[in-house]
């Protein structure tokens, strides 16, 4: 498993300079088997997030 160090931007969707934003973007994300149009499912933990493909989209809970 490789690791990456990614800066944490502002949001330039909002109105709010506090809003943070994270972009993936790469080769590396294809490589891991993302495609564009596949669905996603983001879990929170203290610190960290989890990010892995999912069948569909679902409901957020």
């Known amino acids: 498993m490789s690791k990456r160090i990614l800066k944490i931007y502002q949001s330039v969707a909002y109105s709010k300079p506090d809003v943070p934003c994270i972009m993936l973007q790469g080769y590396w994300l294809r ?31």
């Open 31 to 61: 490589e891991l088997g993302f495609r564009i149009g596949n669905y996603i499912l983001v879990e929170e933990g203290q610190g960290k997030l989890i990010i892995q493909l999912v069948e569909k989209g679902i409901d957020s809970e």
